[in-house]
């Protein structure tokens, strides 16, 4: 497989990509397709710093990555995270992640970000692999959850 193409999101890719993110993140959480694709619309729109961005494969969107200045009901108060890494089931394992991570830090590098953030319990071993480091073990909604970070 070639190596993916990623760049800042469009309009076209919001829908698909926010019917990913629910499965992944949302389920049960009562957040619906019309929140998730207003939140994403915000970020495309935004300021430029935060940013979204979509790995393709033949144009189609088949995964995500956002940096974003909040993380959703963070208990930290750090700034700005790598947030909402997706990519399509029959995707993974092909270095789509592991390049849209690199596309955000990139572009956080630009931004004049020194250090990132993010949270992750089942994802260690993949963002350890990347440079990332545990910072600190916590429990969110009952399970348990991983501070990472990343000096740029």
């Known amino acids: 497989m070639m190596p993916p193409i990623v760049e800042a999101m ?16 949302f389920e049960g959480t009562g ?3 019309d929140e998730d694709m207003a939140g994403l619309r915000e970020l495309v729109a935004g300021d430029g710093f935060e940013a979204a961005f979509v790995a393709r494969d033949r144009g189609r969107p088949i995964g995500s990555c956002l940096l974003v200045r909040k993380e959703i009901s963070s208990p930290h108060s750090l700034t700005p995270w790598l947030a909402g890494l997706i990519v399509e089931q029959a995707h993974r394992g ?27 319990w089942q994802a260690r071993g993949f963002y350890e692999a990347l440079g990332w480091s545990a ?18």
């Open 94 to 120: 092909a270095g789509v992640g592991s390049a849209l991570v690199r596309t955000v830090e990139a572009h956080a590098v630009s931004a004049g970000v020194g250090t990132l953030y993010l949270y992750t």
């Open 31 to 33: 957040r619906s397709l």
């Open 135 to 152: 910072v600190e073990t916590f429990e969110q909604d009952g399970g348990p959850m991983l501070l990472m970070s990343r000096d740029l």
């Open 10 to 25: 469009a309009e076209g890719d919001i829908e698909v990509i926010a019917r990913l993110r629910l499965e992944a993140f």
